[in-house]
């Protein structure tokens, strides 16, 4: 199975959305900046089977983003588990009926995505990595999820994405 793991783009402020965290959009600017991370992640991960996103706003809005830049359509779920502040451990047992599932994609939050890496990784209680809005990292698992059953294929920030972008 392999892993992507993708912070959310850039939202608005929770002043712009009438204070409500989970309700925040993706700004224009936020947008404009992942349309071509899109575009790079749908040449690095083509074969994108599902998507799974955080229930806040910004993240399925991102989630939508990456879908439409794929060229196949992959299926979509929404995963508490991903709401900020969710634990690792949470996480993983939700992906085990997806290890067959070919390559799923978890669109989150951070400091959530990186101690999820980390726990993947190395069976870290603390993150020793940092996304940064719209950075995604590629991961290969081999059996099914869990401590530190992850291999680190790629971590990429946005820049560096918008680079690749076709």
């Keep these: 199975m392999q892993l992507l793991l993708v912070?959310?783009?850039?939202?608005v402020e929770a002043a712009e959305a009438g204070g409500d965290d989970d309700a925040r959009p993706l700004s224009t600017r936020g947008r404009r900046r992942?349309?071509?991370?899109?575009?790079?992640?749908?040449?690095?991960?083509?074969?994108?089977?599902q998507i799974?996103?955080?229930p806040l706003r910004r993240a399925r809005e991102t989630a939508d983003l990456v879908a439409a830049a794929m060229a196949s359509a992959p299926?979509?779920?929404?995963?508490?588990?991903?709401?900020?502040?969710?634990?690792?451990?949470?996480?993983?047992k939700a992906?085990?009926?997806?290890?067959?599932?070919?390559?799923?994609?978890?669109?989150?939050h951070e400091p959530s995505l990186s101690a999820l890496t980390s726990h993947l990784l190395a069976?870290?209680?603390?993150?020793?990595?940092?996304?940064?809005?719209?950075?995604?990292?590629?991961?290969?698992?081999?059996?099914?999820?869990?401590?530190?059953?992850?291999?680190?294929?790629?971590?990429?920030?946005p820049a560096q994405l918008r680079a690749l972008a076709p």
Excluded: N, Q
Aim: net charge positive; aromatic share 4%.
């Design 7 to 11: 912070r959310h783009a850039i939202a």
């Design 34 to 49: 992942f349309e071509p991370v899109a575009a790079a992640l749908a040449a690095l991960v083509p074969d994108l089977a």
């Design 52 to 54: 799974a996103s955080s």
């Design 75 to 92: 299926e979509r779920m929404i995963l508490e588990a991903l709401r900020p502040g969710g634990a690792p451990a949470d996480v993983v």
């Design 95 to 108: 992906l085990a009926p997806l290890r067959h599932a070919g390559t799923v994609a978890l669109i989150g």
């Design 123 to 157: 069976g870290a209680d603390r993150s020793f990595l940092r996304f940064k809005k719209g950075g995604a990292a590629l991961l290969e698992l081999t059996g099914r999820p869990r401590r530190g059953s992850a291999t680190l294929v790629w971590l990429l920030t």
